[in-house]
């Protein structure tokens, strides 16, 4: 089959790779129809997440048809349409138990922290992932679900991380009615963060970028006020000003370990790998909010520590809610919402490349090329 494989920083190629086979019982092999390059993957193009192993093929957005199934797959069958949360998970574990999906116990050998996650480094267990034309998927009768004939193939496949992303950010943000929500990042989960503000009742949405075209897709997709951070010597105390001198009261950082805007934890980080990640937007954020604030973080960082404001946000008394988002636990209410329109996610997709091409899709989405915001990809055998 033909399949993303990395070669090493900014070194991605499409090559010939052999058919994954089933390997368990409860396996099944998906034949990809859509996948898509998430933010995350960028983390992985760039060289910043550990473990990043070469002849890796990355992709944790997909969806698809079944090819085959193990023997003990009860709930799926050759033929079938589903859609795949990124998290790879047992559903039998204590944290699977409790809803924690994407702290499954069962699925990662360096399960301490984060569980399994599909072509992504080997910290969250080396599973090879969906931007290939096959994809073997694990736990097939505990993850995938058949994608509803009402439901766009785009839609479902930002159902898969982006969208559920953003909307758990929105969770995590305990927003109450009449809330000043500040949104970190215009990407894709930043947009569905704010798009979600508003149905748990925000009265505020502010989104923080410096990508232009990305802020007038904030105003227009989202309703967000926008504010671009370069336009100010500092966001922090804008952000203040425009909150009555308090501060907002809930802050989502959809930014995560490339955030630009400090050249000294930029250096540290990109260059230096002395941090899991630069903690930019994440310290605006802490220094942006009201005391007793909530602070989302979605944005991801790799395992070692990274140079976080953690006295001011203890002094503030700031609550501070994090993870890798449980996808499969938002889906039934996500469905309604896509269903009645609440939520748009296929509107912020702005790039479709077959997959022979999709070295260009890293790169134009990297860059930020071409008003890029969300970028599919389309498997030749599809
Ligand atoms: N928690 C999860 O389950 C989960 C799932 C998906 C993605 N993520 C993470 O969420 C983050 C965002 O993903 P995405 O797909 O939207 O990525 P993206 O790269 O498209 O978007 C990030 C945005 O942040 C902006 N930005 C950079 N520095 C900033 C700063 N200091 N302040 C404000 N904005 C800044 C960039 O210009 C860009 O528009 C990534 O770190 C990704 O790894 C987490
Ligand atoms: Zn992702
Ligand atoms: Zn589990």
Not at 94 to 107: I, K, P, Q, T
Not at 293 to 301: C, F, H, N, P, R
């Amino acid at each position: 089959m033909r399949a993303m494989v990395y070669r090493g920083p900014y070194k991605m190629r499409v090559e010939e790779k052999h058919k994954p086979t089933i390997e368990h019982p409860n396996d099944a092999i998906v034949r990809v129809t859509l996948a898509a390059i998430c933010g995350s993957d960028l983390h992985l193009y760039h060289g910043l997440m550990p473990d990043t192993r070469i002849g890796h093929t990355f992709g944790h957005e997909f969806i698809g048809v079944v090819d085959e199934v193990g023997s003990s797959v009860q709930n799926l069958k050759p033929g079938d349409r589903v859609m795949v949360p990124f998290n790879i998970f047992c559903g039998s574990c204590w944290y699977c138990a409790r809803g924690l999906y994407s702290n499954c116990h069962n699925v990662n050998p360096n399960a301490t922290a984060v569980g399994g996650i599909y072509g992504y480094s080997h910290t969250t267990g080396g599973y090879d992932g969906g931007q290939a034309e096959f994809v073997r998927v694990p736990f097939a009768d505990v993850g995938p679900v058949l994608i509803p004939d009402w439901m766009h193939d785009e839609d479902a496949v930002l159902l898969t991380d982006a969208t559920p992303t953003g909307y758990f950010g929105a969770q995590c943000g305990d927003i109450v009615q009449g809330d000043t929500v500040v949104v970190f990042g215009a990407g894709p989960v930043g947009l569905v963060a704010a798009q979600s503000s508003w149905l748990m009742g925000a009265g505020r949405v502010i989104v923080v970028d410096h990508l232009e075209y990305r802020l007038e897709k904030a105003r227009s997709f989202a309703h967000a006020e926008t504010l671009n951070f370069t336009d100010y010597g500092d966001i922090v105390l804008e952000l203040k000003r425009q909150t009555d001198w308090l501060g907002a009261d809930v802050a989502i950082d959809a930014v995560g370990a490339e955030a630009d805007g400090n050249l000294l934890q930029h250096v540290t980080t990109a260059k230096f790998k002395l941090q899991g990640g630069s903690p930019v937007a994440l310290n605006w954020a802490i220094d942006s909010v009201r005391k007793g604030a909530t602070v989302s973080v979605m944005g991801a960082y790799g395992p070692i520590f990274s140079a976080v404001k953690f006295g001011d946000a203890m002094n503030k008394g700031l609550t501070l809610r994090m993870n890798q988002c449980p996808v499969k636990r938002q889906w039934p209410r996500l469905f309604e919402h896509v269903r009645n329109g609440h939520l748009t996610p296929r509107e912020i997709v702005t790039h479709r490349f077959p997959l022979e091409h999709i070295a260009e899709g890293y790169h134009v989405f990297s860059a930020k090329l071409d008003g890029c915001i969300k970028p599919l990809v389309v498997p030749t055998a599809a």
